[in-house]
């Protein structure tokens, strides 16, 4: 199926590692320009270069997202090189582990501005374009909203107000033509959920665990089902979906789990 994706700009945060390389890789195989925005210039650059190896085009924008003026500064450097924006992709964050009994205030809006903030800036200061382009947003999620995990306050609120933000924005920017939607992760292998898993007590014991309570297949959804989701939800074949979430998950939030 042609997504007639070619030569759009697709602005992936992210977009070097896990969920977001996935996106940026399908992208790129989809014909359109990815934009990486991530604080990692070395690893952003690796990305694009394997792309550009294999006959694709993608680009790179270094940024820390939890600064405000890094969000509008690397939006005006992609409009100032492409001329023009046609999708956003928040994607973004990490599971901190900021909980009600071991957090505070402070370790509490760290985390905010590491997995919300950024995600209305950038929303914020690309809207402009997206406008014009009568683009798409897409936010993506964590099961942690609508589950629980313990001990993640800040980063289960940060997911919930994800989840507000694109009802919300589907609903501001309808008068524009813009669609929002989310999509919602579950369990997906990526090196943050590593780092997660190995400050466990025992982690493989735990792996083993997850997988058996994930209904469809017993195992974990990968980075790159994840992005085909993605990428139709920014291609016009998915032209009348808007303020959707999205659960990408094998079943593991709506389904039994004792299946």
Not at 44 to 63: E, P, S
Not at 138 to 146: L, P
């Amino acid at each position: 199926m042609d997504l007639a994706l070619k030569d759009k700009i697709i602005i992936v945060s992210g977009g070097a590692k896990g969920i977001g390389e996935g996106i940026t890789n399908v992208l790129a195989l989809e014909g359109a320009i990815p934009i990486i925005i991530g604080r990692s210039e070395e690893d952003n650059l690796a990305l694009v270069k394997l792309i550009q190896k294999q006959g694709y085009q993608a680009d790179q924008v270094v940024a820390e997202l939890t600064e405000p003026a890094a969000c509008e500064n690397a939006i005006k450097q992609i409009v100032t090189k492409f001329g023009k924006i046609d999708g956003l992709v928040n994607n973004a964050g990490e599971n901190d582990s900021v909980g009600l009994e071991n957090g505070n205030y402070d370790l509490f809006m760290k985390s905010l501005h590491k997995n919300l903030i950024h995600y209305y800036l950038l929303a914020h200061y690309a809207l402009p374009y997206l406008k014009i382009s009568k683009g798409c947003i897409v936010n993506i999620n964590s099961k942690t909203a609508e589950t629980g995990q313990g001990g993640t306050s800040a980063y289960a609120a940060a997911n919930g107000g994800r989840n507000a933000l694109t009802r919300e924005w589907a609903v501001e920017l309808l008068t524009y033509g813009i669609r929002v939607n989310a999509v919602v992760v579950a369990e997906c292998y990526t090196p943050l959920y590593e780092k997660w898993l190995q400050a466990l007590p025992q982690p493989e014991e735990k792996l083993t665990t997850i997988k058996k309570r994930i209904p469809l297949g017993q195992r974990f959804t990968t980075k790159e089902e994840i992005a085909n989701t993605v990428v139709f939800l920014l291609s016009e074949k998915s032209s009348h979906t808007t303020g959707q979430l999205i659960h990408i998950d094998g079943g593991y939030v709506h389904l039994d789990r004792a299946l």
